[in-house]
């Protein structure tokens, strides 16, 4: 008989944090369930480990496949295996609260719903815990549309971590574009998704693996705006008002500035030739972008300074994040 929700997560050297995960659902309240782990040809011992608690528990099946270099190639590779009714996405580090699973099958079940989005709490190690997102602005009680799902999803009103149904994941698929297509992919999810509803169960998004793709400085992470790009695309394809293009567009803001803090952060540890290559791209990129950026309305006074910088040009934008820099590495005490 096929389990009612099918945990799909790709593995790649994740032996640190791996265990906390499995146990973390193992220990659901809720039960009928299987979690297909896809090992991208890890180096380390993840796969000795996934092995060990298959052996003794049949949810978990373990299949291994050539690196690909990206999570959703590793998911479309495990749904070919999940025979769920609901489908969850999940990193190798992230954590589920004990009722998660029974929360939101019991919200999809009682709501007719095509997508359940649970609470989602930053967690940063034991007793150690950051943001909290609850249903929209701490409402859990709304049922809401697609087209309104993908809006609120644009700023992370509401987070990409939801149980979704499964032929809807299988309609769309992960679009394999780049090393974030997976956020791509989760704004189709909910314009393809009729109700979307929230549950109280919550998912801990791990911050503190310094091993994590999105810690550590590579080319590929510029593959970010491409995402941006084909998601503008996707808005005006629907015929999505100016609002939001241009909450879409304060994406290409927000990873402006956190690529390159995430290149001053590493720019020591590499060649000299890679650093060129890495200006050479963020000024091409910022330089396309521009126009899009000064277009761009806030209202915070944090947000109007940091634009004002930002979007005067290249020199402004790389002196701003080299002195936003040094205020967030004293703010931290290092």
Known sequence: MDPAISIVIPVFNGELYLEQTIKSLQ????????????????????????????????????????????AAKAVNYGLAFARGKYFMYSSQDDIFSIDLLEKNYA?????NADAVVPDMILFYGEQNYGKKTVGIVGDRSQIIDGRKGLILSLDWTIHGFVMWRMETVRRCGFYEFGINSDEFTTRVLYYMSNRIAFSEGIFYYRQNNINAITKKWNIRQLECFNTSLKLEEFLLEKEFSEEAIALANKIIFIDLIR?????????????????????????????????KIKALKYTSLKHKIMHVFVSANYNSFIAFVAMYRKFLSLSNGR
């Open 107 to 111: 919200v999809a079940i009682d709501m």
């Open 27 to 70: 220990n659901q309240t809720f039960t009928d369930f299987e979690i297909v782990f896809v090992d991208d040809s890890s180096t380390d011992s993840s796969v000795k480990l996934l092995q060990h608690f298959a052996q003794n528990d049949n949810r978990i099946k373990v299949f291994q496949k050539p690196n690909g270099g990206t």
């Open 259 to 291: 690529v390159q803090l995430m290149f001053l952060d590493n720019r020591r540890k590499m060649a000299e030739d890679d650093v060129y290559i890495a200006k050479k791209a963020i000024k091409n990129i910022y330089e396309t972008s521009q126009s």
